[in-house]
């Protein structure tokens, strides 16, 4: 019984043109795993109803055989790609990636400038320019089963010229990192899982950061209004000021902040600590479980407090 | 669409029992359909091209009944990606379950909920 299942399934095989080598591993696999069930006391019957139709099984392996031969001809070879695009002040950049890494730099160009390089092709991505909107999307995939396959992802660098200027520019990504030396916009919103940050230079009237565990630093920032909100990612600002309110909400990532100044300060953690060194607010208000806050700066500057909570961390000011 | 999604949580799982010991193909079988409603054709396939990828690698022992048995064994490359493919599951399932227990989770008071908000 067991000796025609494993011919069925050779001529299954056979049928479907997987190579001879394929078919004899292949067999020589299920006879293995109909041993090993035959030795815990299955009977021949109850292998075959479980071992279910050869037919299936066939085809599932003829998938996996085509796949294979695809990607050996999507084998890595070198894709730089290099796009210019003719933006107008107050264009618009859209970004949604996953494991892909971005570079932005400043150019005396007047035209965006994208390359794209890696040993990988980049099929399936989207980069489009309408109605002074650049869009780039990953792939769009179809299954969960194809999300999970994806290794590491492409390096993206941006030109963004000095001299028009972008309205907003909307960055979301699962792992990719993301840096810039220079960048100004409008409105910036940076949205990530995994996904690191580092700036220099960033200038916006509204920044609105959102990451799971990435981790953001920031150096000399200047935003009318700044709101980050964080569950286990560390956020370092340094040299930054904001003119109107910065909202800070974490959950148990910690913050540092070296010489800030804005008007309210709200901070909201959890179990996440604050240290803000040299930061001159009008205001604060502050609301921990156990996370301990620390604002300090040399001048004693006073600042009103209107809100001032803590279950059980500590909070020092001045 | 169905089997591919199963297909992608499957892999997850046949890799996490590779984890802490090497196995023999059927015994992650028969581990698999304790815990999930799985037929053996699908999980051969996994195992096969897991291996192709470079994620396990194989070995000859002898069995206690006589004949050797194919162990699958965890490879570095293995279980590094088994480690992201972990936190994207987590990640994305996090993110499943937010949406799906907005307010309350019982399916009464849902169903309650979505009664009154159609039947005024």
């Given at each position: 019984m067991m000796k025609q299942f494993l011919s069925d399934l050779k001529n299954a095989l056979k049928a479907r043109n997987i190579d001879s080598k394929s078919i004899d591993d292949i067999i020589s696999d299920y006879q293995d795993m109909i041993d090993s069930a035959i030795e815990e006391g299955l009977s021949e019957a109850e292998i075959t109803k479980k071992f279910g139709d050869v037919q299936q099984i066939a085809e599932e392996l003829a998938a996996l055989e085509e796949e294979k031969q695809a990607d050996h001809k999507d084998e890595p070879k070198d894709v730089s790609l290099d796009t210019d695009f003719e933006v107008e002040d107050g264009y618009n950049l859209y970004i949604k990636l996953s494991n892909d890494d971005i570079v932005f730099e400043e150019s005396e160009n007047d035209k965006v400038h994208i390359n794209i390089s890696n040993k990988?092709?980049?099929?399936g991505y989207t980069i489009e320019f309408e109605n002074n909107t650049i869009r780039i999307e990953r792939p769009k995939y179809s299954s969960v089963s194809s999300y999970f396959k994806r290794d590491k992802g492409l390096v993206f660098t941006i030109l963004i010229p000095k001299n028009i200027s972008m309205h907003s520019l909307h960055h979301e990504t699962t792992n990719g990192d993301t840096k810039a030396d220079y960048l100004k916009a409008s409105k910036i919103e940076l949205i990530t899982i995994n996904g690191d940050g580092a700036f220099k230079s960033l200038l916006s009237d509204s920044l609105r950061i959102n990451t799971v565990n990435g981790d953001f630093e920031i150096d000399k920032g200047k935003f009318d209004e700044l709101n980050i909100s964080m569950v286990n990612g560390d956020v370092a600002l340094r040299n930054t000021d904001v003119k109107q309110d910065a909202q800070l909400k974490t959950v148990s990532g910690d913050i540092q902040v070296d010489t800030f100044t804005c008007d309210t300060l709200f901070f909201k953690t959890v179990s996440g600590d604050l240290q803000a060194r040299e930061t001159y607010p009008k205001k604060v208000h502050l609301k921990s479980v156990s996370g301990d806050i620390s604002i300090t700066n040399k001048e004693k500057t006073p600042f009103e407090i209107l809100k001032n909570s803590s279950l059980s961390g500590t909070i020092s000011i001045h | 669409m169905k089997s591919q999604f199963k297909r992608g949580i499957l892999e997850i799982c046949v890799m996490s029992f590779l984890v802490d010991e090497d196995l023999y193909g059927y015994a992650i079988i028969n581990r698999l359909s304790q815990k999930i409603d799985v037929t053996e054709n699908t999980i051969y396939p996994i195992l096969r091209r897991l291996t192709k990828e470079g994620f396990f690698d194989t070995y000859l022992k002898e069995s206690q009944a006589g004949a050797p048995r194919k162990y699958y064994r965890m490879t570095y490359k293995g279980i590094n990606h088994f480690l992201r493919q972990k936190d994207e599951w987590d990640a994305f399932i996090s993110g499943v379950y937010q949406i799906l227990n907005?307010?309350?989770?019982d399916d009464e008071t849902i169903l309650k909920r979505f009664k009154e908000r159609t039947e005024s």
């Open positions: 990988q092709a980049l099929k | 907005q307010g309350v989770s």
